[in-house]
């Protein structure tokens, strides 16, 4: 009798503090699911329209996403100036902009204009590889001016697609894997 009033008494002890640490557990939960994702509000073609109207006009030579300060970094060629605009990805928000005189290549780049828009090449950037474009430049290439544009398709594989920027045609597509 006394054996199976202690094993009872055991038992109960044992429901009693399993009771008690699952319900602390249940207490300290987060009200919010919690994740690792980041959510963009706004698309890199927003970014470059409100860096653009931020500083009034002007080329832009590169846009892309930086995935851990959650913004996108446009750069953009106005008069002898190169602008560096920070637009947070989630508001729209200009968090910053940087000024300096522009480089010779960057001078070579303003005297000649881009007959295809950064949305038709963006385009055709696509057609050639599906992804998400994470970086967009347009550089002055043997004398000639073209987006450089990288795409990354899927885990570990980037494709770099350079398109004309006067005519649209495609000059070179590299798949890089890492």
Known sequence: MKFKSKILIGTLIV?????????????????????????????????????SDEVKGGIVISSHVDEVTNKYEVHILKGNKNYAVDVDSLTGKVLGIEQSVQSDDESKLQNVSPKISIKDARQIALNRASGTIIEFDLDNSNNSLVYDILISTDY??????????????VLKVEKITY
């Open 15 to 51: 429901i009693e503090l399993l009771g008690t640490s699952a319900c602390s557990m249940t207490n300290n939960k987060p009200n919010t699911p919690q994740t690792n994702e980041t959510t963009q509000i706004i698309d890199e073609v927003r970014a470059v329209e409100i860096a």
């Open 156 to 169: 570990s594989h980037e494709v770099n697609v350079i398109v004309d920027a006067i005519n649209g045609e």
